[in-house]
């Protein structure tokens, strides 16, 4: 039977708690674990994992054969040539960053000192406390070096998650869709709840959740042409015309809604779904200064 590489990781916070909770699950050794405030090695089977004051690997009994990096993207560039300083076989080593944003080159400095290193993105929200089952039936997003992604495949498909390959590029794009499907959402859906208090209607975001779930599940079921619905895609300028002008005493939302309109506008002209000269209209009231 292959023995399981020893994992360490650096940064224990909520994707690299998770990450494991998944490898301890599975029986791969840990090595090693690291934060800003110290670390954690394996001694021994009897005393398991000892802690110790610095915060990296300083030596090569603290550094597994695979090392995941799970900290701050800003922190990446710095962690990895602080560790490829140090008298490690780097050649037997294999190092994975998380980071959506940022491509294996990061890792440069390790690559040159003879490890393989890869991003490997899981796309999925994580909060402090999850556990292995929130990678259950995401989309894991591979990068960088061939064999280790190769490597890096079952492993994905052992978590329940589904693994795929992007270029550097790519992966980039990626994240920038990653980021408006997720932390936009929420500040939109902030900017809802901001409209639900203001004119005093209590437990508003529950009143919606039907409306957004449903709505969300007509963007998958149908797609995004068919799942607009509303006064733009039914060409309904004078309900626009009066949201705008309720909207003018707070030119921060009147803009969002304009915004947001505009990107309506054209959906419902690929959708057709509206005749021409309503939708004219509305995309003239939304690129106007005025409501009116």
Same mark, same amino acid.
């Given at each position: 039977?292959?023995?399981?590489?020893? !994992?360490?990781?650096?940064?224990?916070?909520?994707?690299?708690?998770?990450?494991?909770?998944?490898?301890?699950?599975?029986?791969?050794?840990?090595?090693?674990?690291?934060?800003?405030?110290?670390?954690?090695?394996?001694?021994?089977?009897?005393?398991?994992?000892?802690?110790?004051?610095?915060?990296?690997?300083?030596?090569?009994?603290?550094?597994?054969?695979?090392?995941?990096?799970?900290?701050?993207?800003?922190?990446?560039?710095?962690?990895?040539?602080?560790?490829?300083?140090?008298?490690?076989?780097?050649?037997?080593?294999?190092?994975?960053?998380?980071?959506?944003?940022?491509?294996?080159?990061?890792?440069?400095?390790?690559?040159?000192?003879?490890?393989?290193?890869?991003?490997?993105?899981? !796309?999925?929200?994580?909060?402090?406390?999850?556990?292995?089952?929130? *990678?259950?039936? !995401?989309?894991?997003? *591979?990068?960088?070096?061939?064999?280790?992604?190769?490597? *890096?495949?079952?492993?994905?498909?052992?978590?329940?998650?589904?693994?795929?390959? *992007?270029?550097?590029?790519?992966?980039?794009?990626?994240? !920038?869709?990653?980021?408006? $499907?997720?932390?936009?959402?929420?500040?939109?859906?902030?900017?809802?709840?901001?409209?639900?208090?203001?004119?005093?209607?209590?437990?508003?975001?529950?009143?919606?959740?039907?409306?957004?779930?449903?709505?969300?599940?007509?963007?998958?079921?149908?797609?995004?042409?068919?799942?607009?619905?509303?006064?733009?895609?039914?060409?309904?300028?004078?309900?626009?015309?009066?949201?705008?002008?309720?909207?003018?005493?707070?030119?921060?939302?009147?803009?969002?809604?304009?915004?947001?309109?505009? $990107?309506?506008?054209?959906?419902?002209?690929?959708?057709?779904?509206?005749?021409?000269?309503?939708?004219?209209?509305?995309?003239?009231?939304?690129?106007?200064?005025?409501?009116?």
């Amino acid at each position: 039977m292959t023995q399981k590489p020893a !994992i360490t990781i650096i940064g224990t916070g909520s994707v690299g708690s998770v990450l494991q909770d998944f490898f301890e699950g599975e029986g791969y050794p840990m090595c090693s674990l690291w934060n800003s405030r110290g670390g954690k090695v394996y001694a021994s089977e009897k005393a398991g994992l000892l802690s110790v004051s610095h915060s990296l690997p300083q030596k090569e009994s603290e550094v597994g054969d695979w090392i995941f990096i799970t900290i701050p993207d800003d922190q990446i560039l710095k962690t990895s040539d602080q560790l490829a300083k140090l008298l490690v076989s780097w050649r037997d080593k294999c190092v994975i960053h998380c980071s959506g944003n940022l491509s294996s080159e990061v890792l440069g400095s390790l690559k040159k000192a003879g490890a393989k290193t890869v991003s490997m993105h899981p !796309i999925q929200t994580f909060k402090k406390g999850d556990d292995r089952n929130r *990678l259950k039936d !995401i989309y894991v997003s *591979l990068e960088g070096d061939e064999e280790l992604m190769q490597m *890096l495949i079952p492993v994905i498909q052992k978590m329940g998650a589904h693994p795929f390959v *992007l270029t550097a590029g790519g992966k980039q794009s990626l994240h !920038i869709a990653a980021v408006f $499907a997720s932390n936009y959402l929420v500040a939109l859906m902030g900017s809802v709840e901001q409209i639900l208090k203001q004119n005093d209607i209590e437990n508003g975001l529950h009143i919606l959740k039907p409306l957004v779930e449903q709505t969300l599940h007509n963007v998958f079921e149908k797609g995004v042409d068919e799942a607009l619905t509303g006064p733009i895609s039914r060409g309904d300028s004078e309900t626009v015309r009066a949201h705008l002008e309720q909207l003018s005493s707070d030119p921060q939302l009147q803009a969002l809604y304009k915004l947001l309109g505009m $990107a309506a506008v054209d959906i419902a002209k690929t959708s057709g779904k509206a005749a021409t000269g309503e939708i004219d209209i509305i995309e003239a009231l939304l690129s106007s200064k005025t409501p009116g």
